[in-house]
């Protein structure tokens, strides 16, 4: 089965989410892209908590999992009750050295082309944005409202489009 075939790398991107000023996933969309329940995922961290330091894994604090039930539409029988662990990178890599089955390795492999990805396109926004700055100081105010023009549209471009549903505070 090729890599690209396994989870396409924009189902994975659309549940990466900015919390405390790091990219993370949530427990629950890890343990669906691995294809095991959230209990068995987190079981497997719980066992081997040593590996997951806290700049790998936190578990929400109160006020953020009420933001994130407030997002979340729950019937009053199911739903999270529990804060769920969020990983960062790090902690997304660790993860493939407890979970062991062959479609573990390959989920693992395609969350880590996402965040390459990603972090890809932030590099390019930054370097095209240092250029601008460069060529606004060559040039005289003439070219004020295009440079102007064309920082709006950069920005727009790196903030995410929102989707329907809870990714970031």
């Given at each position: 089965m ?15 989410c900015?919390l405390?000023g ?57 739903g ?18 407890v ?6 390795i390959q ?13 890809r396109?932030l ?47």
């Open positions: 090729a890599q690209s075939d396994l989870i396409p790398i924009d189902s994975i991107q659309s549940r990466i900015f405390r790091e990219k993370i996933m949530f427990d629950r969309d890890l343990a669906w892209l691995y294809g095991v329940e959230t209990k068995a995922l987190n079981q497997a961290v719980r066992r081997n908590y040593e590996r997951f330091p806290a700049d790998f894994m936190f578990q929400l604090n109160e006020k953020e999992f009420l933001l994130l039930k407030s997002q979340i539409v729950t019937s009053s029988w199911g999270t009750r529990r804060p769920p662990f969020a990983f960062t990178e790090q902690g997304i890599a660790m993860l493939s050295s979970l062991k089955s062959p479609r573990a989920v693992h492999i395609q969350i880590i082309r996402t965040f390459t990805k990603i972090r396109m590099l390019a926004h930054r370097e095209l944005n240092e250029k601008l700055e460069v060529l606004e100081k060559k040039y005289d105010k003439k070219f004020r409202v295009v440079f102007d023009t064309m920082k709006l549209l950069l920005k727009e471009e790196q903030v995410p489009k929102n989707k329907i549903g809870f990714c970031e505070w």
